[in-house]
Nanobody, 124 residues
Framework: QVQLVESGGGLVQPGGSLRLSCAASGSIFSINAMGWYRQAPEKERELVAIITSDGRTNYGDSVKGRFTISRDHAKNTVYLQMNSLKPEDTAVYYC??????????????????WGQGTQVTVSS
C-alpha cells in the first residue's frame, strides 16, 4: 500500500560524493518525518539524517558537516547529499518514513515504513 523506493547508491572513491533519493508513494495522508539510516556488516543500524514535516533536521554525529538531507514536498521525496565520503561510510542505506496512511476513507493509520535499502561502498 505504501512504498519507499531508494536510488543513487553505488561505488565511490574516498573523498567523493553521492546523492541518494527516496520516493514515497501510496495512500499517504501525511508525512511526519523522513530520513536515512545505515547498517554496516556486523553493526547495528544507525541514524544518518532525518527531516521533519516542518523542515527540522537531525544528523548522526559521524556525518555532521558532510551530509545534507533535503525534501521535495510535492514529490514526497527525500534526498541525502553525501560529500567527503570515507570508507567507514560504507553500508546499506535505508530510507525511513514516519507516515500517516489512509487505510479507508475514514481511517488513518500511523506507522513506520522502510525502503529496501541501497548499497553505498566507499573504496579506492
Amino acid at each position: 500500500q505504501v512504498q519507499l523506493v531508494e536510488s543513487g547508491g553505488g561505488l565511490v572513491q574516498p573523498g567523493g560524493s553521492l546523492r541518494l533519493s527516496c520516493a514515497a508513494s501510496g495512500s499517504i495522508f501525511s508525512i511526519n518525518a523522513m530520513g536515512w539510516y545505515r547498517q554496516a556488516p556486523e553493526k547495528e543500524r544507525e541514524l544518518v539524517a532525518i527531516i521533519t514535516s516542518d523542515g527540522r533536521t537531525n544528523y548522526g554525529d559521524s556525518v555532521k558537516g558532510r551530509f545534507t538531507i533535503s525534501r521535495d514536498h510535492a514529490k514526497n521525496t527525500v534526498y541525502l547529499q553525501m560529500n567527503s565520503l570515507k570508507p567507514e561510510d560504507t553500508a546499506v542505506y535505508y530510507c525511513h518514513g514516519d507516515l500517516d496512511v489512509r487505510i479507508t476513507p475514514l481511517s488513518i493509520h500511523h506507522d513506520d515504513y522502510w525502503g529496501q535499502g541501497t548499497q553505498v561502498t566507499v573504496s579506492s
